[in-house]
């Protein structure tokens, strides 16, 4: 069984940075990516970026190419999200989340979430 608990949301004002941690517990070996997604209000999930434990090969949304970025650090089973410039229409709830195999570009990728954190980008 995995863990996963995202903290770092907060209220923020446009173009603003924050950054979201991911701290995950458990058997994570057997996950082989992670990644980020969200859902705003009345929407869909959507995939946000992702990146392999090993190696740290990375895919982004076009909509945050150039203002996030994911890294992770292996050591502590951590995942991290640096949000730049941040728009109103980022304002979501930012899961973090893990993929079992090399597909981890798409919601349905991911297999464990955890349970959220709010980011609201407002003026």
């Known amino acids: 069984q995995v863990q996963l608990v995202e903290s770092g949301g907060g209220l923020v004002q446009p173009g603003s940075s924050l950054t979201l941690s991911c701290a995950a517990s458990g058997r994570t070996n057997i996950y082989v990516a992670a990644g980020w997604l969200r859902q705003a209000p009345g929407k869909e999930s959507e995939f946000v970026c992702g990146i392999r434990w090993i190696g740290g090969d990375t895919y982004y949304a076009d909509f945050v190419k150039g203002r996030f970025t994911i890294s992770r650090v292996i050591h502590n089973n951590t995942v991290y999200l640096q949000m730049n410039n941040l728009k109103p229409e980022d304002t979501a709830v930012y899961y973090c989340?893990?993929?079992?195999?090399?597909?981890?570009?798409?919601?349905?990728?991911?297999?464990?979430w955890g349970q959220g954190t709010q980011v609201t980008v407002s003026s």
């Open positions: 989340a893990l993929s079992p195999s090399l597909r981890y570009g798409r919601v349905a990728d991911f297999s464990t």
